[in-house]
């Protein structure tokens, strides 16, 4: 009899299937959000997503192009070096970018609501990103995979379940509060799959000279490309 699991890797079939989970998910909640939302609060849903998945574009300079290459074939401590380096960098990215989205919201009554709400989305989402390419780069697939799903799958899930449990209309805000507790979730997963390259003292004395300087020449033409295929 013709044996399936000898040909593939069980974390390999694991990781593929919650990819394709997360990926089904998404799309049945398009399907969902399309017959419960009315189609204003539908159309701002969508730009909500085009302008998060943008940002996340943005603030992460498309440095994992370069960075992930380096990665994958370092020893454990230039591996620290490189993900303290680079996370410390779009740290400073948030700082400066994250408040200046926060005043532009909370100014604009049509947005108002979402000037907590999408900063902090954008910030989780892009973490729990970086943190699975790291993985993926380290050769730990099912463990990207989980927090691939978590961040893309996960919400979804609950979000249904609180819905229909209490029989309540789907709002954005309660879609975002559940996208953005899950994407902290899978950030926090993140951390803990890659605590043997990062700690807080690590993050804070690593010594690198990889910088701004360092990334951004390389990056950008991956950046260009990646800002221009968004649109």
């Given at each position: 009899?013709?044996?399936?699991?000898?040909?593939?890797?069980?974390?390999?079939?694991?990781?593929?299937?919650?990819?394709?989970?997360?990926?089904?998910?998404?799309?049945?909640n398009?399907?969902?959000?399309?017959?419960?939302?009315?189609?204003?609060?539908?159309?701002?849903?969508?730009?909500?997503?085009?302008?998060?998945?943008?940002?996340?574009?943005?603030?992460?300079?498309?440095?994992?192009?370069?960075?992930?290459?380096?990665?994958?074939?370092?020893n454990?401590?230039?591996?620290s070096?490189?993900?303290?380096?680079?996370?410390?960098?779009?740290?400073?990215f948030?700082?400066?970018?994250?408040?200046?989205?926060?005043?532009?919201?909370?100014?604009?009554?049509?947005?108002?609501?979402?000037?907590?709400?999408?900063?902090?989305?954008?910030?989780?989402?892009?973490?729990?990103?970086?943190?699975?390419?790291?993985?993926?780069?380290?050769?730990?697939p099912?463990?990207c995979?989980?927090?691939?799903?978590?961040?893309?799958?996960?919400?979804?899930?609950?979000?249904?379940?609180?819905?229909?449990?209490?029989?309540?209309?789907?709002?954005?805000?309660?879609?975002?509060?559940?996208?953005?507790?899950?994407?902290?979730?899978?950030?926090?997963?993140?951390f803990?799959?890659?605590?043997?390259?990062?700690?807080?003292?690590?993050?804070l004395?690593?010594k690198?000279?990889?910088?701004?300087?360092?990334?951004?020449?390389?990056?950008?033409?991956?950046?260009?490309?990646a800002?221009?295929?968004?649109?």
């Open positions: 009899m013709f044996n399936f699991t000898r040909f593939i890797d069980r974390k390999t079939f694991g990781s593929a299937g919650m990819r394709l989970s997360a990926a089904g998910l998404k799309f049945l398009v399907v969902f959000l399309a017959r419960t939302l009315d189609p204003a609060d539908l159309g701002v849903f969508g730009l909500i997503v085009a302008f998060a998945m943008i940002s996340v574009q943005v603030v992460g300079g498309e440095f994992h192009a370069i960075s992930s290459r380096e990665v994958s074939s370092a454990k401590e230039n591996v070096q490189i993900i303290c380096s680079q996370f410390r960098l779009h740290l400073y948030h700082t400066v970018l994250l408040p200046i989205l926060f005043i532009s919201l909370y100014l604009y009554d049509a947005y108002k609501s979402f000037c907590v709400l999408l900063p902090l989305l954008i910030f989780f989402e892009h973490m729990a990103i970086e943190l699975s390419r790291f993985l993926q780069f380290r050769f730990r099912l463990a995979a989980t927090v691939e799903f978590i961040r893309a799958g996960g919400w979804v899930v609950v979000f249904w379940i609180i819905v229909w449990t209490t029989n309540s209309t789907p709002t954005l805000n309660l879609l975002l509060i559940c996208w953005v507790l899950f994407s902290f979730f899978a950030s926090v997963v993140g803990v799959a890659i605590r043997k390259y990062v700690s807080l003292n690590s993050f004395m690593s690198s000279k990889r910088s701004l300087h360092y990334y951004a020449p390389k990056a950008f033409p991956f950046f260009i490309i800002i221009l295929s968004g649109l």
